[in-house]
């Protein structure tokens, strides 16, 4: 074969080569791509949440640059719950609840997070500490989110020393160890919750702030302290969702009315 046949040939094999491997890591980067969002895409709200917010004779639902401010019709107390949602549900699923505790008279911000992830944005309730200083704060989240709440709670941060006055943990426990605390906290589980069993609970329990007040709802799972449906992973719940939305919103209440009367 002469010197002139073989260098197209190479020439040829060669360019085909590099059009493979940049057609392959085309084909990566994609995938990777379409992975991450289908990772990060909120699992949306039920109906029922997003007839949540809207406003009659009970409650102001009030649209905000940072998710909504759920406000009683009535006279407020002086105590409000700022609220983390949990990883990749979308902010609006818990209005059913929260409605609730806005009607028993307490503010309540639902919080938007970045991406759908409250640890993305931990101090997110700053917003809130900010424009509302005649307000005492309660922080509050649902699995992840009541992780980046307890984190923002307990931080040094003056701010948050001068406006939060407890801690509410739904499906959740704290990353860092804060049984030598002393912040008033809730901590609300479900019986049916597959996502935080029973066993984890028993562990995580200690190393919570020091007087914690432990509830557990009978019949309750992981996805019930929101409307968004099924959650991979969890149990079937033995408890009706208003119901349950109910019986969080009452255990919430009750627990927003002892750090009001401190």
Request: glycine fraction near 8%.
């Given at each position: 074969m002469s010197r002139k046949t073989?260098?197209?040939?190479?020439?040829?094999?060669?360019?085909?080569?590099?059009?493979?491997?940049?057609?392959?890591?085309?084909?990566?980067?994609?995938s990777v791509v379409f992975y991450v969002w289908q990772a990060l895409k909120p699992i949306p709200p039920a109906p029922e949440a997003?007839?949540?917010?809207?406003?009659?004779?009970?409650?102001?639902?009030?649209?905000?640059?940072?998710?909504?401010?759920?406000?009683?019709?009535?006279?407020?107390?002086?105590?409000?719950?700022?609220?983390?949602?949990?990883?990749?549900?979308?902010?609006?699923?818990?209005?059913?609840?929260l409605r609730q505790v806005a009607a028993a008279g307490y503010p309540v911000a639902l919080l938007w997070v970045p991406f759908n992830l409250a640890i993305s944005?931990?101090?997110?309730?700053?917003?809130?500490?900010?424009?509302?200083?005649?307000?005492?704060?309660?922080?509050?989240?649902?699995?992840?989110?009541?992780?980046?709440?307890?984190?923002?709670?307990?931080?040094?941060?003056?701010?948050?020393?001068?406006?939060?006055?407890g801690l509410i943990l739904w499906a959740s426990y704290p990353q860092n160890d804060l049984s030598s605390r002393t912040l008033p906290t809730l901590a609300l589980f479900g019986s049916k919750d597959g996502l935080l069993t029973a066993e984890e609970r028993a562990r995580q329990i200690p190393r919570m702030p020091k007087g914690t007040q432990v509830e557990v709802i009978e019949g309750l799972n992981h996805a019930g302290f929101g409307a968004y449906g099924a959650q991979p992973g969890d149990q079937p719940a033995d408890l009706g969702q208003p119901e349950g939305w109910k019986r969080i919103a009452q255990a919430t209440v009750a627990f927003l009315r002892r750090v009001d009367s401190r």
């Amino acid at each position: 074969m002469s010197r002139k046949t073989a260098q197209p040939q190479t020439l040829v094999a060669s360019r085909r080569f590099w059009l493979i491997f940049f057609g392959l890591m085309l084909f990566f980067a994609a995938s990777v791509v379409f992975y991450v969002w289908q990772a990060l895409k909120p699992i949306p709200p039920a109906p029922e949440a997003l007839g949540a917010l809207s406003s009659d004779s009970a409650v102001r639902v009030e649209a905000r640059n940072w998710g909504y401010l759920l406000r009683p019709a009535g006279e407020a107390a002086k105590v409000g719950l700022a609220f983390y949602p949990g990883a990749r549900v979308d902010y609006r699923a818990y209005a059913p609840v929260l409605r609730q505790v806005a009607a028993a008279g307490y503010p309540v911000a639902l919080l938007w997070v970045p991406f759908n992830l409250a640890i993305s944005d931990q101090d997110r309730a700053r917003v809130v500490l900010e424009g509302y200083p005649q307000t005492k704060w309660v922080l509050a989240g649902h699995s992840m989110g009541g992780v980046a709440a307890a984190n923002f709670a307990t931080s040094s941060d003056p701010l948050v020393q001068r406006s939060v006055v407890g801690l509410i943990l739904w499906a959740s426990y704290p990353q860092n160890d804060l049984s030598s605390r002393t912040l008033p906290t809730l901590a609300l589980f479900g019986s049916k919750d597959g996502l935080l069993t029973a066993e984890e609970r028993a562990r995580q329990i200690p190393r919570m702030p020091k007087g914690t007040q432990v509830e557990v709802i009978e019949g309750l799972n992981h996805a019930g302290f929101g409307a968004y449906g099924a959650q991979p992973g969890d149990q079937p719940a033995d408890l009706g969702q208003p119901e349950g939305w109910k019986r969080i919103a009452q255990a919430t209440v009750a627990f927003l009315r002892r750090v009001d009367s401190r």
